[in-house]
């Protein structure tokens, strides 16, 4: 936890860790892969983000804030965190 992407997909992750566990009780509602999607998104962020950190690259650092933008619309869009019922 050294950089500010380690910070802000570990807590996209944990978020999306209880609005599974959460999910995972009654009646299904959504599929196991739209998590995937989502996990694959924190994960690959965090790399592209880190290795921007060592690098200094620009380009690399919009590609992390995209693909984090990205994620973050794809939860809000396909696993409606904050529906009701």
């Known amino acids: 936890m050294e950089t500010p992407y380690d910070w802000l997909t570990v807590m996209t992750f944990a978020g ?21 999607v989502a996990a694959v998104g924190c994960a690959v962020t965090n790399y592209i983000g880190n290795e921007a950190m060592k690098s200094g690259e620009v380009v690399m650092h919009a590609g992390a804030v995209a693909l984090f933008i990205a994620t ?13 019922g």
């Open 16 to 36: 999306l860790i209880v609005l599974f566990l959460q999910r995972s009780q009654g009646e299904a509602r959504d599929h196991l892969w739209q998590y995937m």
């Open 72 to 84: 973050i619309g794809f939860i809000w869009r396909v696993l409606q965190p904050f529906k009701q």
